[in-house]
C-alpha cells in the first residue's frame, strides 16, 4: 500500500515510522530543513521506553516529485492547511485510492471530499500522542486507542487501513458513526487544548485543579449540549469522564495548542471551540464559557509576540 503523509509534524512523524517497516512511505512537508534532516539520517522517533527508531521514510517538499500515485494518503496538517493538503492529495492520490484526515477539529473532511470526492474521503481519530522535537526528531508521549469513521461503500478499504495500523502496532478500530467520533474527538480537544494553552501546563494538570476542571467541565457540557442539539449520537455515555481519562492517559504531554502557542503559531481554535460555538448559534445552544476560551487563545495569539517574560 503506497502510503504519502501530508504534514510531517509531530503525528505525521509517529505515523510514518510506524507504518514504514510495513509499507513504502514518503512524508510531505513545507518544512525545507526538516525535510533534509529526514532524508540525511532518517526520522528519529524517541519512543515511550526512551529507545530510538529510525524510519526510513523519505521526505518530499514538492509533490510535483513524488512521481506515483498513493494508494492511501493521510492528511496530518493543521487545520488552516487543509485545503492546500486536499489539494495535494487530489493530484497525488490513485484512482481507487483513500484519503484518510487525522486531524483535529470540524469542518476538514468536508474539504477533504470537496477535493477528492466523497467516496474517497474518510476521517478517523487517534488518541497517540506525540511532540517534534525539533528537524528529523519526534517523541512518542502517550499511546491511546485509534479509530477509523468507514462511510457508506467505504468498509472494505477502511477495514484494510485498520489492519495495517493494527500490524504496525497503532490499537484501531472502525466504527460507520463519523458525526459520532468526530464530536467525541472535538470535545477531548475542547476541555484540554484552549485551558493547557492558557495555563501553558501539560495536559495532566487540568485533571488536577479543582478550578481548572470545573472550566474544562463547563466546556465540555456546553459541546455535548450542542452535538445533541445535532443529533449526534455520542459513543460515550460519560465524556467529562473520558476527557479526564485523556487528561491522565497523556498527563506529562503538552496538548497540540499549547505547542503552537509556545512556537508563536496559529492555534486550531476556530475548528475547536470555535466550532462549537458556531455550530451552537446555529442550533440555538448559548456556549458562553467556549466563545470565552475562544477570544482568550485569540487574544493570546495576537499578542504573544508582545509579552513582557
Ligand atoms: O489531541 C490532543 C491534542 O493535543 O491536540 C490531545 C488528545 C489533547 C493530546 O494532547
Known amino acids: 500500500m503506497e502510503t504519502l503523509i ?11 515510522t510506524l507504518l514504514t517497516p510495513l509499507v513504502p512511505v514518503t512524508l510531505f512537508t513545507t518544512n525545507a530543513g526538516h525535510a533534509e534532516a529526514i532524508n540525511r539520517t532518517g526520522l528519529a522517533l524517541i519512543c515511550m521506553d526512551g529507545q530510538v527508531r529510525r524510519s526510513s521514510a523519505c521526505a518530499l517538499t514538492d ?34 485510492g483513500l484519503v484518510l484526515t487525522l486531524q483535529n477539529g470540524l469542518g476538514n473532511l468536508e474539504l477533504i471530499q470537496a477535493a477528492v470526492g466523497v467516496s474517497r474521503a474518510a476521517a478517523g481519530i487517534t488518541a497517540q500522542a506525540a511532540t517534534l522535537l525539533g ?18 461503500g467505504q468498509e472494505k478499504k477502511i477495514a484494510a487501513v485498520a489492519a495495517l495500523f493494527n500490524q504496525a502496532g497503532i490499537a484501531t478500530t472502525v466504527t460507520d458513526d463519523v458525526a459520532a467520533l468526530l464530536w467525541s474527538k472535538l470535545i477531548v480537544n475542547v476541555g484540554i487544548n484552549a485551558l493547557t494553552a492558557l495555563l501553558r501546563v501539560p495536559n495532566g494538570t487540568l485533571a488536577q485543579i479543582p478550578e481548572c476542571e470545573s472550566l474544562m467541565a463547563d466546556a465540555v457540557t ?12 455520542l459513543p ?23 505547542q503552537d502557542i509556545l512556537a508563536g503559531k496559529p492555534t486550531e481554535i476556530d475548528v475547536i471551540n470555535g466550532a462549537v460555538v458556531r455550530e451552537g448559534v446555529k442550533t440555538g445552544i448559548p456556549t458562553p464559557v467556549n466563545q470565552m476560551l475562544t477570544e482568550l487563545i485569540k ?3 495576537a ?4 509579552r513582557i517574560n
Do not use: W
Not at 528537524?135 to 457508506?152: E, I, K
Not at 456546553?222 to 449520537?233: P, Q, S
Open 6 to 16: 501530508i504534514g510531517a509534524g509531530a503525528m505525521g512523524g509517529l505515523f510514518a
Open 63 to 96: 509533490p510535483d516529485r513524488y512521481g506515483r500515485r498513493a494508494d492511501l494518503i493521510l492528511i496530518c496538517t493543521k487545520a488552516r492547511s487543509t485545503g492546500q493538503a486536499a489539494d495535494v492529495a487530489s493530484r497525488l492520490l490513485a484512482r481507487d
Open 135 to 152: 528537524p528529523g526528531q519526534v517523541r512518542h508521549a502517550g499511546s491511546g486507542p485509534t479509530v477509523l469513521g468507514a462511510g457508506p
Open 222 to 233: 456546553e459541546a455535548m449540549a450542542v452535538a445533541r442539539a445535532l443529533c449526534v449520537r
Open 236 to 258: 460515550d455515555e460519560a465524556p467529562l469522564e473520558k476527557v479526564r481519562a485523556v487528561c491522565a492517559l497523556t498527563s506529562g504531554n503538552q496538548s497540540s495548542m499549547l
Open 299 to 301: 487574544a493570546l495569539e
Open 303 to 306: 499578542t504573544t509576540a508582545q
